[in-house]
């Protein structure tokens, strides 16, 4: 049998491709994911003890994560395709990134010089540059399983977005319990940890994405 007579049976039997299964896989991966996250992160760390009277600022924070998350999706559900061209799909996660620095310098500036390195640090170690990663674990395994049959072909991109994205929603997670509210602190340190998480994706993920 000729190539083009062997496309042409594999067409005929085949039937029409069913559409948004990237988008629904992505998607209940993602809310699966933070959900397992969530519960994590009660276990593990517990909500902060004054959560009702400072909630105002860990929707904040949350809106944070949320908006890190839209960022990192559009570049995911491209990724995950075959052969898909990803530049136009990278602008709102390098926008996202851009606005973050912007807004971490601009709260350095406004910050009183005697409070910036608390505002800063918190006090100590950024508890979220590992907190943030640990509570993307159970997000990341979700999405590569959800990606890892859809024949992504860029395969360390795809892993550092799913990394990204995870580290997105993972904050979501952890703003529950962050103890910091200021935008220096979250706008400085939350973007750390998401783009660590990206790097581990690249590492781990991306090679473990080979099919």
């Given amino acids: 049998m000729k190539t083009d007579q062997l496309v042409e049976a594999l067409a005929r039997d085949a039937g029409p491709a069913r559409r948004g299964v990237v988008e629904r896989r992505v998607v209940f991966a993602a809310g699966a994911g933070l959900l397992l996250s969530l519960v994590l992160m009660t276990v593990m760390f517990g ?3 004054d959560f009702d009277s400072a ?17 990192a999706a559009p570049l995911l559900l491209e990724l995950a ?5 990803a530049r136009h799909a990278a602008l709102p996660a390098i926008l996202f990134a851009a606005a973050s620095v912007a807004i971490a310098f601009t709260a350095f500036l406004v910050t009183p010089a005697e409070a910036r390195m608390s505002s800063w640090l918190g006090g100590g170690v950024p508890e979220c540059l ?4 640990l509570l993307a674990i159970p997000i990341a395994a979700a999405l590569f399983v959800a990606v890892r049959g859809l024949g992504a072909t860029r395969l360390t991109l795809a892993g550092a977005t799913i990394g990204a994205l995870s580290g997105s ?29 990206a790097a581990v994706g690249a590492l781990v993920i991306g090679r473990a994405l080979k099919w």
């Fill in 169 to 197: 929603l993972a904050a979501i997670a952890y703003a529950n319990c962050c103890p910091m509210d200021s935008a220096l602190y979250v706008a400085s340190w939350y973007i750390a940890a998401i783009l660590f998480c």
């Fill in 47 to 49: 909500v902060r003890a």
């Fill in 130 to 133: 590992y907190r943030i990663p």
């Fill in 81 to 85: 395709r075959p052969n898909t061209r």
């Fill in 55 to 71: 909630l105002v600022a860990v929707l904040l924070k949350v809106g944070f994560g949320l908006a890190a998350a839209a960022a």
